[in-house]
């Protein structure tokens, strides 16, 4: 009998299969039809009236379902993204999947001093260049909001410091249209033409209605902007099951999808193979805290029963991943913060963001940031699965060691050992080997690691002309 020199086919996840997710996609046609959402811009309003859709009560639209379905069918199958320096690097297609930060955490734990306090925009320079260092980390986010700048321009400060300290791709927020196209100038500024970014992004604008089934005035005017310059973007769902939405999981997936798919039609009526990712957060509402919850069960799979519906859409998905509700790294960050990694990993959830959120994205820690490197790592190599061909079998190998022999000093072994996965922080060694070499904890460690990338690691800087349009931007100097 012959081996064939095949690979595996690697794990996956599945949460839903066929006949659920129609049933989820009818009932969010049938919100959609008869619920409607709120739309809350005269523009997007006027061509969803000019398209087919029912406009009651001033700005309720409600949507047939040929018009959704045409929009899911004319939407980009695949987004690329690319790196700042216009080399393709994420592909979100298939069942890829890349890492890194979210936004808008108001508070960080300090690595020099341990202690809880408010972001100032040197820590997002900080998370970026913490991001460009990390072989596991795909892209950057801010992770936090500046509290030492003005909250009208912190937009423009929020990009310029992840623009100016990593070669990443750069998920970013804008506060308003205003601000988003500051960005885009800034962004041209790089490239030298707004050409050259739209056909090599290497941003993405994460903007979600509002839960339950509102589009407000801001958001729909950057999903406008986004469509009219053909620039991606991430306009996906927020909702707290059992407050903003359905406690029940199949509910909420239902009435997210729709505020998901509403989006989608507007955002094809104004340009026609706009780049859309489908996704988002449904956040469980605790009912005995009162506070949404990270590291719920019920969020992980509603996450990942969303990629099974955006991969039957064949929609890129924006997922989420390293998150815990924990308010200092001990073992349930450790615990929830892998399980979001091995669930999108395992489900295929293209683009997974918040790494590094703790407190429920209250508090955003660069440690965590870190130790989730090391999961990725680790959990890549699980997915692969296990090869099985004429090398790994190893035959010729056994048959000469025999019974009773040893491997240790075999050609084979020193060829293949090194694909084995190794960890950096996590120990293998004996307790005197460790004892002996400091005893040192894995925060321990991964402070340790931080602290040695914020103060040795140097990105790859821009032209310094670049770098003064940009400032006048982010300034506001004309």
């Known amino acids: 009998m012959g081996i064939e020199n095949i690979n595996t086919t690697g794990l996956s996840l599945k949460v839903l299969n066929k006949t659920q997710i129609m ?5 969010s046609l049938e919100i959609l039809r008869r619920t409607g959402v709120r739309v809350f811009e005269n523009e997007a309003l006027n061509i969803l009236k000019d398209n087919g859709c ?7 639209v409600k949507m047939p379902a040929a018009l959704v379905e045409w929009a899911i069918d004319i939407a980009p199958s695949q987004v690329t993204i690319c790196n700042r320096n216009g080399e393709p690097t994420m592909f979100l297609q298939n069942d890829n999947v890349y890492f890194g930060p979210g936004s808008d955490c108001p508070f960080i734990m300090d690595p020099y001093t341990n202690e809880r306090r408010k972001f100032v925009k040197k820590d997002i320079e900080d998370v970026a260049k913490l991001c460009d260092y990390l072989p596991n980390i795909d892209f950057a986010c801010t992770l936090g909001i500046a509290s030492d700048v003005t909250s009208e321009r912190a937009d423009r400060h929020h990009f310029e410091a992840m623009l100016l300290n990593t070669s990443k791709p750069v998920i970013f927020t804008a506060m308003d249209l205003n601000g988003l196209m500051d960005i885009v100038k800034m962004s041209v500024e790089v490239y030298g033409s707004l050409e050259k970014l739209q056909k090599d992004p290497f941003l993405l604008l994460f903007s979600p209605p509002v839960a339950p089934l509102r589009h407000p005035k801001e958001g729909m005017q950057k999903l406008l902007y986004m469509a009219e310059n053909k ?3 991430a306009y996906v769902a927020g909702v707290l099951a059992g407050a903003t939405g359905p406690v029940t999981m199949a509910g909420s997936l239902a009435q997210a999808n729709a505020e998901i798919l509403s989006g ?10 706009t780049p859309c990712l489908h996704g988002g957060a449904i956040l469980l509402f605790d009912m005995k805290t009162g506070e949404p919850s990270y590291g719920a069960l019920e969020m992980l799979l509603m996450t990942a029963a969303f990629t099974d519906i955006a991969k039957y859409y064949e929609l890129p998905m924006f997922s989420y991943s390293g998150v815990t509700d924990s308010k200092v790294l001990d073992q349930q960050a450790a615990i929830e913060s892998a399980f979001w990694i091995l669930f999108p990993a395992l489900s295929g959830g293209h683009l997974a963001h918040d790494i590094g959120f703790m407190e429920s994205g209250v508090c955003g820690s660069m440690e965590l940031i870190v130790l989730c490197d090391e999961v990725i790592g680790m959990i890549k190599k699980i997915r ?7 090398e790994t079998l190893a035959l010729d190998v056994i048959n000469k060691v025999g019974s009773g022999g040893t491997f240790i000093d075999t050609d084979h072994t020193f060829n293949n050992f090194k694909k084995n996965w190794q960890p950096n922080f996590f120990d293998r060694f004996s307790y005197e080997f460790w004892k002996n070499n400091g005893g040192l904890s894995v925060n321990t460690k991964l402070n340790n ?5 914020l103060e040795n690691h140097v990105s790859k800087k821009l032209d310094i002309e670049v770098v003064e349009k940009i400032h006048r931007i982010v300034e506001g100097v004309k």
Do not use: M
């Not at 692969?384 to 004429?390: E, F, H, Q, S, Y």
């Open 23 to 27: 049933n989820i996609h009818s009932a």
């Open 54 to 60: 029912f406009i009651e009560d001033g700005n309720l």
């Open 231 to 233: 620039l991606p973007i």
């Open 264 to 273: 989608l039609v507007i955002s094809q009526l104004k340009r026609k193979g």
């Open 384 to 390: 692969k699965g296990i090869l099985v061909n004429k």
């Open 449 to 453: 690691k931080v602290k040695e990338i």
